[in-house]
């Protein structure tokens, strides 16, 4: 069985800093593609951060330049250092990620974390 679990939120002030992290742990392949999804009370869960198994990363403008994704392979953790919070930036944050299970090659499935909630406030 894969599990997600998310780890690093809290109560910040609008400037602050807090670093995510997301552990996958289970019987598996391989990760794939990695992903950091928010969702905050009354609004659509969206897309924060994603990285590539190749290592090529994307970010949605709300966070370019102030929130970093990055990967441990080793030992298949994924990171978010979020810097200059902001209020806005209230949401529970989710880590998703395709993950290879079964034998021989494998199957690719897709799996999301209970979340870790995230608060920006003075």
């Known amino acids: 069985q894969v599990e997600l679990r998310e780890s690093g939120g809290g109560l910040v002030q609008p400037g602050g800093s807090l670093r995510l992290s997301c552990t996958v742990s289970?019987?598996?392949?391989?990760?794939?593609?990695m992903i950091w999804y928010r969702k905050a009370p009354g609004q659509e869960r969206e897309l924060v951060a994603a990285?590539?198994?190749?290592?090529?990363?994307l970010y949605e403008d709300p966070v370019k330049g102030r929130f970093t994704i990055s990967r441990d392979f080793a030992k298949r953790n994924l990171f978010l250092e979020m810097n200059d919070l902001k209020v806005e930036d209230t949401a529970r944050y989710f880590c998703?990620?395709?993950?290879?299970?079964?034998?021989?090659?494998?199957?690719?499935?897709?799996?999301w974390g209970l979340g870790t909630q995230v608060t920006v406030s003075s």
């Open positions: 998703n990620a395709d993950v290879r299970v079964g034998k021989g090659w494998g199957t690719w499935n897709n799996y």
């Open positions: 289970g019987t598996l392949l391989g990760v794939g593609s």
């Open positions: 990285l590539r198994s190749d290592g090529s990363t």
